[in-house]
């Protein structure tokens, strides 16, 4: 049966090729990358072959958008051992074949002006938006593979995901952030600002896109990057990729254009919607630290005194209406900051759902079956809580929340815990998940390899008129004064100083003590009760 689909495939690939063949132009060979040559359409005007990246040297890109058909052929030396080589295509990432080797009997001799070569073709290819890939490599080396890509469709424009200024704290540092950008943004750099950190939209062909930033003031370009990092910024449970950039290289206050575009040799003909490709962005820089000369300084002087002038007049027009519009912005400030809040809020309960299915495939991996149906069980009735949109929960269900947690780890990690209240607390209520991320980092970070000899303890004490919540762990610790990715805890510190915002009557107060005996945090919430 097998022999018979085989034959089949074979006859239809075959059947394909003859068609594909008939509008190739075989006289006309383009580099394709290492070994690789292709012949195209006799009426593709635009073949932008053969680009090499920097930061994929292996790696050969061709782009195109006007092929209906590629035919693929492979060259080599005399002095290649052909029988070990073997190689792979995939279309879409989908295999058409795998490690497969060369056929020697369709070898034939090619002359070239200086040696002669052995060559065959590896097939002719529909490629109209679709994507063809070759891999390379020779069972004698084959860590050295050769990786070529066949673009035949557009190529997406770069979005730039979110923005990240970083400052020098004195426990380390701590990174302000800007999501989903529009066109334009402003930033001030102050003394303890260093690094702008960009994160683009995640996609199979990241390397293909380099930046540039431009001072719109001088037209000449400060920056360039041709590569990406990842960790640290995720996105629909991918890593992003993202450039970080030194606050030095912005000399002076003033807008700059960030420029996101492939690094694709154009040639003499590049397409004439060329601006669909690139992503631009104006930064509206401020430094607080920079030189003028004096004719800048005279410039700026006239347009501060002209600046207050107008706002004088302003302030003297509107004063009767000062009061009312302050408390209207007042109002405003604190809809914003609960807006901010409820995002943080959005992003955490993916967060910890993204953790908890994490433990449930880590239970089926280890074929677990009954604690790992016991695991969903409770996750079932946890997911309900988590996605309740309730600003505020009493400490009962938040109890409730995090012993239905902790009993879900304890079966992947058979540690201990406890969890104490002051008595008449349970009805006293607290923003929803406050606690979450620090137990679910306990479980994690602290006591994940100690098996049963690892142990949490969780308390709610009433002191005076403050609730103290305080979790506990046996871990090794961890180095406090060190800043970390972790997603769960930077919306943590963000949530807790909107809170601050919020409750300006109280005040949440975030205390980690950490020794190589275990780790404690106190969390507390003044003048709560």
Same mark, same amino acid.
């Given at each position: 049966?097998?022999?018979?689909?085989?034959?089949?495939?074979?006859?239809?690939?075959?059947?394909?090729?003859?068609?594909?063949?008939?509008?190739?132009?075989?006289?006309?060979?383009?580099?394709?990358?290492?070994?690789?040559?292709?012949?195209?359409?006799?009426?593709? %005007?635009?073949?932008?072959?053969?680009?090499?990246?920097?930061?994929?040297?292996?790696?050969?890109?061709?782009?195109?958008?006007?092929?209906?058909?590629?035919?693929?052929?492979?060259?080599?030396?005399?002095?290649?051992?052909?029988?070990?080589?073997?190689?792979?295509?995939?279309?879409?990432?989908?295999?058409?074949?795998?490690?497969?080797?060369?056929?020697?009997?369709?070898?034939?001799?090619?002359?070239?002006?200086? +040696?002669?070569?052995?060559? /065959?073709?590896?097939?002719?290819?529909?490629?109209?938006?679709?994507?063809?890939?070759?891999?390379?490599?020779?069972?004698?080396?084959?860590?050295?593979?050769?990786?070529?890509?066949?673009?035949?469709?557009?190529?997406?424009?770069?979005?730039?995901?979110?923005?990240?200024?970083?400052?020098?704290?004195?426990?380390?540092?701590?990174?302000?952030?800007?999501?989903?950008?529009?066109?334009?943004?402003?930033?001030?750099?102050?003394?303890?600002?260093?690094?702008?950190?960009?994160?683009?939209?995640?996609?199979?062909?990241?390397?293909?896109?380099?930046?540039?930033?431009?001072?719109?003031?001088?037209?000449?370009?400060?920056?360039?990057?041709?590569?990406?990092?990842?960790?640290?910024?995720?996105?629909?449970?991918?890593?992003?990729?993202?450039?970080?950039?030194?606050?030095?290289?912005? %000399?002076?206050?003033?807008?700059? +254009?960030?420029?996101?575009?492939?690094?694709?040799?154009?040639?003499?003909?590049?397409? /004439?919607?060329?601006?669909?490709?690139?992503?631009?962005?104006?930064?509206?820089?401020? &430094?607080?630290?920079?030189?003028?000369?004096?004719?800048?300084?005279?410039?700026?002087?006239?347009?501060?005194?002209?600046?207050?002038?107008?706002?004088?007049?302003?302030?003297?027009?509107?004063?009767?209406?000062?009061?009312?519009?302050?408390?209207? +912005?007042?109002?405003?400030?604190?809809?914003?900051?609960?807006?901010?809040?409820?995002?943080?809020?959005?992003?955490?309960?993916?967060?910890?759902?993204?953790?908890?299915?994490?433990?449930?495939?880590?239970?089926?991996?280890?074929?677990?079956?009954?604690?790992?149906?016991?695991?969903?069980?409770?996750?079932?009735?946890?997911?309900?809580?988590? &996605?309740?949109?309730?600003?505020?929960?009493?400490?009962?269900?938040?109890?409730?929340?995090?012993?239905?947690?902790?009993?879900?780890?304890?079966?992947?990690?058979?540690?201990?815990?406890?969890?104490?209240?002051?008595?008449?607390?349970?009805?006293?209520?607290?923003?929803?998940?406050?606690?979450?991320?620090?137990?679910?980092?306990?479980?994690?970070?602290?006591?994940?390899?100690?098996? /049963?000899?690892?142990?949490?303890?969780?308390?709610?004490?009433?002191?005076?008129?403050?609730?103290?919540?305080?979790?506990?762990?046996?871990?090794?610790?961890?180095? /406090?004064?060190?800043?970390?990715?972790?997603?769960?805890?930077?919306?943590?510190?963000?949530?807790?100083?909107?809170?601050?915002?919020?409750? %300006?009557?109280?005040?949440?107060?975030?205390?980690?003590?950490?020794?190589?005996?275990?780790?404690?945090?106190?969390?507390?919430?003044?003048?709560?009760?």
């Amino acid at each position: 049966m097998k022999r018979i689909i085989f034959t089949f495939l074979s006859f239809v690939v075959a059947l394909s090729t003859v068609n594909a063949q008939k509008g190739i132009n075989f006289s006309r060979k383009y580099a394709a990358g290492g070994k690789l040559l292709m012949s195209v359409d006799s009426s593709a %005007k635009n073949v932008y072959y053969n680009n090499i990246f920097p930061n994929q040297p292996n790696t050969s890109f061709s782009y195109l958008p006007e092929v209906n058909n590629v035919s693929i052929q492979i060259y080599f030396r005399k002095k290649d051992s052909v029988q070990h080589y073997r190689y792979t295509i995939l279309a879409d990432d989908k295999p058409i074949v795998v490690n497969k080797p060369i056929n020697r009997e369709q070898l034939k001799d090619v002359e070239r002006p200086d +040696e002669i070569f052995r060559s /065959t073709t590896l097939g002719i290819f529909p490629i109209k938006d679709k994507t063809i890939t070759t891999i390379i490599y020779s069972i004698e080396k084959p860590l050295d593979i050769e990786k070529s890509v066949f673009y035949g469709k557009p190529i997406p424009r770069a979005e730039i995901k979110a923005f990240a200024k970083r400052s020098v704290t004195e426990k380390g540092f701590d990174h302000s952030h800007i999501i989903g950008p529009k066109e334009r943004t402003s930033f001030i750099f102050t003394e303890k600002d260093d690094e702008l950190t960009i994160v683009k939209d995640r996609t199979d062909i990241d390397y293909l896109y380099y930046t540039s930033i431009k001072d719109k003031q001088t037209n000449k370009t400060i920056f360039e990057s041709t590569s990406w990092l990842y960790g640290g910024y995720v996105d629909d449970h991918k890593l992003s990729p993202y450039i970080k950039i030194d606050k030095s290289v912005f %000399k002076k206050s003033g807008d700059y +254009e960030i420029i996101i575009q492939p690094l694709i040799r154009w040639n003499t003909s590049p397409p /004439t919607d060329i601006e669909e490709y690139i992503t631009r962005h104006t930064l509206s820089v401020t &430094l607080d630290q920079e030189n003028y000369t004096k004719s800048e300084l005279l410039k700026y002087a006239l347009i501060v005194a002209l600046s207050i002038g107008l706002v004088f007049l302003v302030i003297l027009y509107f004063i009767k209406e000062s009061n009312k519009r302050r408390l209207t +912005e007042k109002e405003q400030q604190r809809n914003t900051v609960r807006l901010q809040l409820n995002s943080i809020r959005s992003q955490l309960n993916p967060h910890f759902l993204f953790n908890a299915l994490s433990g449930i495939q880590n239970l089926m991996n280890k074929n677990e079956i009954d604690n790992a149906n016991k695991y969903l069980s409770k996750f079932a009735r946890l997911t309900r809580n988590v &996605l309740d949109d309730k600003e505020l929960i009493s400490l009962s269900q938040e109890k409730k929340l995090l012993d239905d947690y902790l009993q879900m780890e304890q079966l992947r990690f058979g540690f201990k815990y406890e969890i104490n209240c002051s008595k008449n607390l349970d009805n006293v209520e607290i923003p929803s998940m406050l606690l979450q991320p620090f137990v679910e980092n306990a479980v994690k970070h602290g006591i994940s390899q100690k098996a /049963t000899a690892g142990k949490i303890m969780i308390e709610f004490i009433k002191e005076a008129n403050n609730l103290v919540l305080t979790v506990s762990d046996n871990g090794n610790g961890f180095d /406090t004064e060190k800043k970390f990715d972790g997603l769960g805890l930077q919306l943590s510190d963000s949530r807790i100083a909107l809170l601050n915002r919020i409750y %300006k009557g109280n005040h949440f107060t975030l205390a980690i003590q950490s020794t190589t005996n275990g780790t404690k945090i106190c969390l507390t919430l003044t003048d709560w009760l």
